[in-house]
C-alpha cells in the first residue's frame, strides 16, 4: 500500500479583502485583521466560488501587489476552477501564513514580520481601515500523520503564525516541543501551551544556520513515532535538513522543512564601485557554462558528500575515497574553491570543507539544477544548432534516441517526471468538475502525470475503475505515487474515457500520434493534459518553449499544434479546458 498522500488540495480562487483592524502584537509582528464577503461563498462574474478554507496550521496564501501601485492590472485571471497568471510586469506576490481563520466573523488574521524592508511588509505598515488586498489561495493543507507520540516545531519569526496557529488549534493530540529562532528577546510572544509542551527560544540573526543548526541539535531526541516541521530562511535550513535526514534518519513522511524566506546575497566585492567611480557602460556579460560543468562533475563524482561526511580530508585522500587521480582532483580543487563549493583547497587549512555553495548542494532541490532532468536537457542544447539546421530534436543527436525511448527504460528518470508533475493536482479542478465524468465507469491513465490525476479524482469523489496503460519500467515508478493503488488495474484495456497527463511533453510528434492511435483503440474519449504556454508566474518562463524543443523537436504545443496531432491519429477536438498556470486539458472524441 502508498503512504498518505501528504497533502489535500483547494480550489484556486481569488478573492478581495478589506482592512478591518491593524494590532501590534509584538515590537517586531504587525497583526492585520481582513474581512469581506469573498470570505464567504460568492459569485463573480456569473461563476460561483466556494468559501475560502484554509484548514492546515501552515496553509498559504499568495498575497498580490505591485510595483507601481496599478493592483488591479497585476491581478491573476480567475477561471471557473483556477487561476491563469497572465503576464504583468509589476506583479508581486508574497506567501504568507493565516495566523487566524474566522469563518462565524468572515474574518483573516495575517502576521507580518517588522522587518523594514520587503513590498509586503510595507503594505501592512501603510495599511489603514477600508483598504483593500487581493490573494489566491491556499492551494493545499499539509496532512500531519494521524498518530503521533510528539512533534517538533522549529523556525524563525517567519514561521510563528504557524507555530502559533497550531498550539491554538491542535490539529493532533501530541505534546509540542517549540523552537523559536527570533532577532530580539522582544519578538517573543505568549504561546498556548499544554502540560507537556517545551518551548526554546534562541536569539539570533536571520538567517544564522550555525545558530539554528546548533539549537536544533542540543532538542532532546524523543522515544516513540515522531514529526519534525521546521520553516525559516531557505539556506539556515540546509544544515537543520542534512542533520534530520542523515544523523536522525527520519523518514519522509515523519518530516517537512520548508524554506519560508531567502536571504539577499550581498554584492560580491570586485561589483561595488567606490563613491568616486563611475563605471564605464559596456556590453552584457553573456555567463559562462564553466561553474555550471565543473559543478555537475563535482556532483556526480561525489565531491560534496563526500567532503560532507568526512570534513578535513586532503585533496589526496578525498581523490583516493572516490576512486579519481590525484591530477584531476588537483584541476578541479581551485575552480570548486572559487565557486564557493569547498573551502580549504588553497588558503593553508588543514582539510577541505564545505562552502556555502556545498553546503545548498546537500538540498535534494538545489542540486537537481546540475543532475536532474533538466540538467540532461541542458546538456542535450549543445546539438540545438543541427537540430535547428536538420529537423529532429537536440535529445536524439545527442543520445542517438527519443527521450521517450529512454524514460521508458530507465525508473530513476521516469521518477523525476512523475516527481515534476506532481504540482499538476493542483490544477485539476476544472478536469474533475467537468460533466464528462457523470458517465464514466472505467478511466484509463497514462502519462508521468497519472498519479495527479488519480489523486484529483480522488479529492474530487470520483470514483472511477481505473486502468494504467503504461510499459513496466514506468508502472513500477507509478505503483508508489498513487492513492489507492489496490483500486487499480495495472493493465491497459478498454475505458469509457483515457487521461493522457503529460504523456505528450516528452514524446516527439510522431510518437504522439503513435500514442493517440493506441488510445483509439481502448476508447472513444480521451482527454489530453497538457503545458501549452509558459507558466506567467516562472522567472524562467522563457525558457519553457526551449526545453520542449531540447526534449522532442517541438516548441510547447498549443491548442492548434494538438489538434493537428488528434486529426493525425482519428481524432477531433471537442473542447479545452483551462486549469491554470498555462495548462489545458484538451477534450478528444474519434472522428
Not at 506567501?95 to 469563518?103: A, E, H, K, M
Not at 493545499?140 to 498518530?147: D, F, G, H, K, M
Not at 557602460?281 to 560532507?308: E, Y
Not at 542535450?380 to 524514460?407: F, K, M, Q
Amino acid at each position: 500500500m502508498a503512504a498518505q498522500r501528504a497533502y489535500t488540495t483547494h480550489p484556486l480562487v481569488l478573492r478581495r479583502v478589506t482592512v478591518r483592524g491593524i494590532h501590534q502584537v509584538t515590537p517586531r509582528m504587525r497583526r492585520v485583521v481582513l474581512g469581506g464577503e469573498e470570505l464567504a461563498a460568492f459569485t463573480r462574474d456569473g461563476v460561483g466560488h466556494p468559501a475560502f478554507a484554509a484548514p492546515g496550521f501552515d496553509d498559504h496564501v499568495k498575497l498580490i501587489l505591485a510595483a507601481d501601485g496599478d493592483v488591479r492590472a497585476a491581478l491573476p485571471a480567475q477561471l471557473p476552477h483556477g487561476i491563469e497568471w497572465t503576464p504583468a510586469e509589476h506583479r508581486l506576490t508574497r506567501d504568507y501564513t493565516p495566523r487566524r481563520v474566522d469563518p462565524e466573523a468572515g474574518e483573516l488574521h495575517l502576521d507580518f514580520v517588522v522587518h523594514g524592508d520587503g513590498p509586503a511588509e510595507a503594505w501592512s505598515a501603510a495599511a489603514r481601515e477600508g483598504d483593500e488586498l487581493w490573494f489566491v489561495g491556499p492551494k493545499s493543507s499539509l496532512r500531519l500523520p494521524e498518530r503521533l507520540d510528539w512533534i517538533q516545531l522549529v523556525g524563525d519569526e517567519t514561521a510563528l503564525p504557524a507555530i502559533g496557529r497550531f498550539l491554538d488549534e491542535r490539529p493532533l493530540d501530541a505534546p509540542a516541543h517549540v523552537l523559536v529562532a527570533v532577532s530580539d528577546e522582544s519578538a517573543r510572544q505568549e504561546l498556548a501551551l499544554r502540560e507537556g509542551d517545551t518551548v526554546t527560544w534562541v536569539v539570533a540573526e536571520p538567517g544564522d544556520a550555525a545558530a539554528l543548526e546548533a539549537a536544533v541539535r542540543a532538542l532532546p531526541v524523543e522515544a516513540g513515532e515522531g514529526y519534525v516541521w521546521a520553516a525559516a530562511e531557505s539556506r539556515a535550513l540546509l544544515p537543520v535538513r542534512r542533520y534530520l535526514q542523515r544523523e536522525r534518519k527520519l523518514p519522509k513522511d515523519r518530516l517537512n522543512v520548508t524554506g519560508y524566506w531567502h536571504r539577499a546575497e550581498a554584492p560580491a566585492p570586485e561589483a561595488e564601485a567606490s563613491a568616486d567611480t563611475v563605471a564605464a557602460p559596456g556590453p552584457a556579460r553573456i555567463p559562462s557554462p564553466l561553474p555550471w560543468l565543473v559543478t555537475r562533475t563535482a556532483l556526480r563524482l561525489g565531491v560534496v558528500d563526500a567532503v560532507a561526511d568526512a570534513p578535513g580530508l586532503s585533496a589526496e585522500a578525498l581523490a583516493t575515497r572516490l576512486g579519481v587521480s590525484g591530477a584531476g582532483i588537483d584541476v578541479l580543487l581551485p575552480l570548486l574553491s572559487s565557486y564557493g563549493v569547498v573551502v580549504g583547497a588553497d588558503d593553508g587549512a588543514p582539510g577541505l570543507r564545505l562552502g556555502p555553495a556545498g553546503e545548498e548542494l546537500l538540498d535534494e532541490h538545489e542540486r537537481e539544477e546540475y543532475t536532474g532532468h533538466e540538467a540532461e536537457l541542458l546538456l542535450a542544447l549543445t546539438h540545438l544548432a543541427p537540430a535547428l539546421r536538420g529537423g529532429g530534436s537536440p535529445w536524439r543527436l545527442a543520445s542517438g534516441g527519443t527521450l521517450h525511448e529512454a524514460v521508458a527504460q530507465d525508473a530513476e528518470r521516469y521518477g523525476e517526471l512523475v516527481e515534476e508533475c506532481e504540482q499538476l493536482v493542483f490544477l485539476l479542478g476544472g478536469l474533475t468538475a467537468d460533466p464528462l465524468w457523470e458517465s464514466v465507469g472505467t478511466c484509463l491513465l497514462t502519462g508521468p502525470g497519472s498519479a495527479s490525476v488519480a489523486a484529483a479524482l480522488d479529492d474530487a469523489g470520483r470514483r472511477p475503475r481505473m486502468r494504467v496503460a503504461e510499459d513496466a519500467v514506468p508502472v513500477a515508478v507509478l505503483r508508489g505515487h498513487v492513492p489507492a493503488p489496490d483500486r487499480i488495474d495495472w493493465a491497459a484495456g478498454p475505458a469509457d474515457v483515457a487521461v493522457a497527463a503529460k504523456a505528450l511533453a516528452h514524446r516527439t510528434a510522431e510518437e504522439a500520434a503513435l500514442l493517440l492511435t493506441r488510445l483509439a483503440g481502448w476508447t472513444r474519449t480521451a482527454v489530453l493534459v497538457e503545458a501549452s504556454r509558459p507558466d506567467g508566474l516562472s522567472p524562467h518562463a522563457a525558457e519553457a518553449a526551449l526545453h520542449a524543443y531540447a526534449a522532442t523537436g517541438s516548441p510547447l504545443r498549443d491548442s492548434a499544434a494538438i489538434a493537428a496531432l488528434a486529426r493525425r491519429s482519428g481524432w477531433e477536438v471537442e473542447r479545452t479546458i483551462a486549469l491554470g498556470w498555462g495548462t489545458e486539458a484538451t477534450v478528444l472524441r474519434r472522428a
